[in-house]
């Protein structure tokens, strides 16, 4: 039997949100973020009941080994207005699967469904940000059709600066 056979890609349930924080935090640790795993539940909460609405808010989806089982993976895009696209588009804020769970094609199950639920969508165009350095998800999202722009990236945080 195929692996790949019991392996699920679906829309979050608000049961999910204490594991997604999980991975939201693990992301972050390894990007040398600090977060508090309260505060990412109850954003995880936040995204599991606006990918879940009507119209959609947001769209996530999670990767499972089986179902039924714990997310082992999560996709997480926002919407956003683009003039490169004229038009409304997404931004893929994370994409993670745990290190147990690599290298079985979950990443691009979960931005493949991302892709197919925008094209249903009427989304004009994807964006989104690899760090320099990430040869995997350069290769990923390559692969997958995306083009590297020629930018630099800036943030500025409002309220307390004690994460970044």
Not at 13 to 32: C, I, K, S, T, Y
Not at 125 to 154: C, H, K, M, V, W
Request: hydrophobic share 45%; aromatic share 10%.
């Amino acid at each position: 039997m195929n692996a790949m056979s019991d392996e699920v890609i679906e829309l979050p349930v608000p049961e999910d949100a204490p594991v997604l924080a999980r991975l939201f935090q693990e992301d972050m640790n390894d990007l040398g973020v600090e977060t508090t795993l309260d505060d990412l539940e109850a954003l995880a909460s936040e995204v599991i009941a606006d990918a879940n609405a009507e119209p959609a808010r947001c769209v996530c989806y999670v990767a499972r080994l089986k179902e039924g089982e714990d997310a082992v993976g999560v996709v997480l895009a926002n919407f956003h207005w683009s003039l490169k696209f004229a038009g409304r588009a997404l931004w893929i804020e994370e994409l993670y699967v745990t290190p147990a769970a690599r290298r079985r094609r979950l990443g691009r199950r979960l931005v493949e469904e991302v892709l197919d639920w925008a094209e249903a969508h009427g989304i004009r165009g994807i964006d989104l940000e690899a760090y320099q350095g990430n040869t995997p998800a350069s290769i990923l999202y390559r692969s997958l059709g995306f083009y590297r722009l020629g930018r630099e990236r800036f943030y500025y945080r409002l309220g307390p600066a004690e994460f970044l």
